[in-house]
């Protein structure tokens, strides 16, 4: 069963930081293109940033850039999301998804969503103080 599952979503004040996992069983994030999205309420899914599992190439959203880093662990088939100074309108409910790893650049994935093949449940993250 393919199956991702988020964790590590929460409250956090203007400014903090957070951690996003993904655990990703039933397949390999070495042979495909991975990304975490969200969503928040009333707005489209939006790519945040993504990470290509053939050959590691990222691609980071321009108001993401210099504040999110993302990260993978091959041996536990694991993706991370790093997120420092978080700001209000960053709160939303992040999901990581993968799709094909043929896609390329990587950045195509996180600009059309629905090149996705599995989605997360999501994790709701809130910035607020």
């Known amino acids: 069963q393919l199956q991702l599952v988020e964790s590590g979503g929460g409250l956090v004040q203007p400014g903090g930081s957070l951690r996003l996992s993904c655990a990703a069983s039933?397949?390999?994030?070495?042979?495909?293109?991975i990304g975490w999205f969200r969503q928040a309420p009333g707005k489209e899914r939006e790519g945040v940033s993504c990470?290509?599992?053939?050959?590691?190439?990222?691609y980071y959203a321009d108001s993401v850039k210099g504040r999110f880093t993302i990260s993978r662990d091959n041996a536990k088939n694991m993706l991370y999301l790093q997120m420092n100074n978080l700001k209000p309108e960053e709160t939303a409910v992040y999901y990581c998804?993968?799709?094909?790893?043929?896609?390329?650049?990587?950045?195509?994935?996180?600009?059309?969503?629905?090149?996705?093949?599995?989605w997360g449940q999501g994790t709701q993250v809130t910035v607020s103080s």
């Open positions: 998804a993968a799709g094909p790893g043929g896609i390329t650049p990587i950045q195509h994935i996180c600009e059309m969503p629905r090149l996705a093949d599995f």
């Open positions: 039933g397949f390999s994030l070495d042979y495909y293109a």
């Open positions: 990470i290509s599992g053939p050959d590691g190439s990222t």
